[in-house]
């Protein structure tokens, strides 16, 4: 089964190189990556170009002009080109284990998502990181991190718990098994069940509620927070407002309450206006 691995990304070049280097160290090489990318500039195309030079990854660079937030027009566009049966999406924000392809293929079962979770990182740790600390998996090290600036928690139990533990973690978490825009996969073919994301959303929900018209089409979500790591870079996010969020919510609790399978504006109509 081929995987395609889908992230967004938005003039963040230096974190996306990061992200890269992380999908370069997979142990589960049958995979392509799609980088889903929201209108960036010239320094990010290099990166990937640089990428795609220095590494034997089969890369897809998908890019429409700025237009604000579209994260959803750009993931229906990465969903489209996709050449792989089954899709897993992070964030161009989100350093990959080298087992995380490998976990989402272990665990893909048809008639179901997979929900993942994240480890967020402060910003100094962040800026930290380099190519050598992602090869090595030190960024994934508790040690290492609470010396370069992560407190010490509970949610170290993410990154230090081996196999049969994080089974066990992913059982008995109450942590709600959503669609996380940083860490979920299904099928292809279930993706487009739904008809994609809502176009009509900015930021705020929108992956939940994707997750949501997938649970409507009967398909169940699997809980693998504790099995798929990855490390969460800190950024502004200057996208954000109020009048985003509420239309959402709207949007969502319209999906949740009507118990709708498809967008009414999603990849179907994206073709169709290209046409």
Request: aromatic share 10%; net charge positive; hydrophobic share 35%.
């Amino acid at each position: 089964m081929k995987i395609s691995v889908i992230f967004t990304t938005y003039n963040s070049p230096a974190w996306l190189q990061k992200v890269l280097w992380g999908f370069d160290q997979q142990t589960d090489r049958q995979f392509e990556i799609i980088i889903a990318d929201d209108g960036s500039g010239e320094e990010t195309r290099e990166v990937i170009n640089d990428f795609k030079n220095e590494s034997d990854r089969d890369v897809q660079h998908i890019w429409h002009e700025d237009d604000g937030f579209q994260k959803c027009r750009i993931l229906n566009k990465a969903i489209i080109a996709a050449t792989g049966d089954y899709i897993v999406m992070t964030d161009g924000d989100c350093i990959p284990r080298k087992d995380f392809v490998a976990v989402h293929r272990s665990h893909a079962e048809p008639g179901y998502f997979l929900s993942g979770g994240y480890f967020k990182l402060p910003m100094r740790t962040s800026k930290l990181i380099t190519k050598d600390d992602i090869v090595k998996g030190y960024c994934f090290d508790k040690r290492w991190l609470t010396k370069y600036g992560v407190e010490p928690s509970i949610k170290f139990m993410k990154l230090t718990a081996g196999p049969i533990r994080a089974k066990i973690y992913n059982t008995l978490t109450t942590t709600n098994r959503s669609w996380n825009g940083h860490n979920a996969s299904c099928f292809k073919s279930d993706a487009l069940r739904v008809n994609g994301f809502d176009e009509r959303m900015k930021y705020g929900g929108l992956d939940a509620e994707f997750g949501w018209r997938l649970k409507n089409a009967g398909i169940k979500a699997k809980q693998i927070r504790y099995s798929a790591i990855c490390v969460h870079l800190d950024h502004a996010r200057g996208y954000v407002n109020d009048a985003d969020w509420k239309r959402n919510r709207v949007i969502r609790n319209t999906s949740v309450n009507e118990k709708l399978i498809e967008t009414p504006a999603g990849i179907k109509q994206q073709l169709a206006a290209s046409n």
